[in-house]
């Protein structure tokens, strides 16, 4: 069995979003080793870039603050190396085309491969030009990670019959941030995906509260969480390994 499919096996699956270098790269590590002891699933590794055109102004702030302290994607690559000595979490780059086209696209994927990603999830690329990148990550066996919006409507059953690993099921339009309310189009969408293959949908854009997670993981198989912990490291700096695992925590604890 893939790490992947272990993070949904019997269970809801937590999946935290951090951005790799925010603050520096050491603290990354201690948050992907304290978020896996909170009970994360699975953990998604942005990639700072310098135009992240998914993102709302928190995680676009961590991604200025990961360039700024010297985070590149070989550094990355690092991190996930030494990652990989002290544990086994699935884990998935979030990035953006540009970055992966400047490395190259198979040298990316093969040192993907080479230090234990699992996933990429690259929302720049839309489903009809995936092709740009799937012959690298199938030939790396990297999952590329397909998404979906309300907006994909008539797109969605396309999708999902070409998805691998499990589905990225964007909560609303625009970009990532913390949100008041969540809509119900969300779970219209997965059952659209669920007529078509029997596949993981998780939620993301906007979980910012134990009771989201909650209510958004009893008709989904995972819950996504990004903006709502980047703003905790944002506010506390190299110092905020307690204040995200006890976030993390609750937002676990929550989920049915």
């Known amino acids: 069995m893939s790490r992947i499919s272990r993070a949904f096996e019997n269970k809801k699956a937590f999946i935290p979003f951090i951005t790799a270098g925010d603050p520096d790269l050491e603290t990354t590590k201690k948050l992907v080793l304290a978020l896996e002891q909170a009970g994360a699933d699975l953990i998604e590794l942005g990639i700072p870039f310098s135009d992240p055109v998914a993102e709302g102004p928190v995680i ?19 991190l996930v190396e030494e990652i990989r ?24 994927m093969s040192e993907c491969k080479r230090v234990g990603v699992d996933a990429v ?3 720049d690329i839309p489903f009809e030009e995936r092709n740009e990148i799937k012959p690298y990550s199938d030939k790396y066996d990297i999952t590329l990670i397909s998404m979906i919006a309300p907006t994909s409507r ?14 990225y099921c964007v909560s609303s339009l625009g970009v990532t941030g913390v949100r008041e309310s ?21 939620i993301g854009f906007g979980v910012s509260t134990p009771e989201q997670a909650g209510r958004l993981s009893a008709i989904s198989d995972g819950v996504i969480v990004g903006s709502a912990i980047v703003r905790i ?5 190299r110092e905020c390994i307690p204040f995200v695992k006890e976030f993390a925590s609750r937002m676990k604890g929550a989920m049915l």
């Open 154 to 167: 008539e797109r969605i059953r396309m999708i999902a019959k070409e998805a691998q690993g499990f589905i």
């Open 60 to 78: 676009q702030e961590a991604d200025y603050r990961a360039l700024s302290g010297g985070a590149t994607t070989d550094k990355i690559f690092e």
């Open 233 to 237: 490291i944002a506010e506390h700096g």
């Open 182 to 202: 969540i809509g119900s189009e969300v779970e219209d969408m997965i059952k659209l995906v669920k007529g078509v293959k029997d596949i993981p949908c998780a």
């Open 85 to 108: 000595k002290e544990s086994d979490i699935p884990l998935a780059f979030m990035t953006y085309a540009n970055p992966i086209y400047t490395y190259g696209t198979e040298r990316f």
């Open 121 to 123: 999830i690259v929302p």
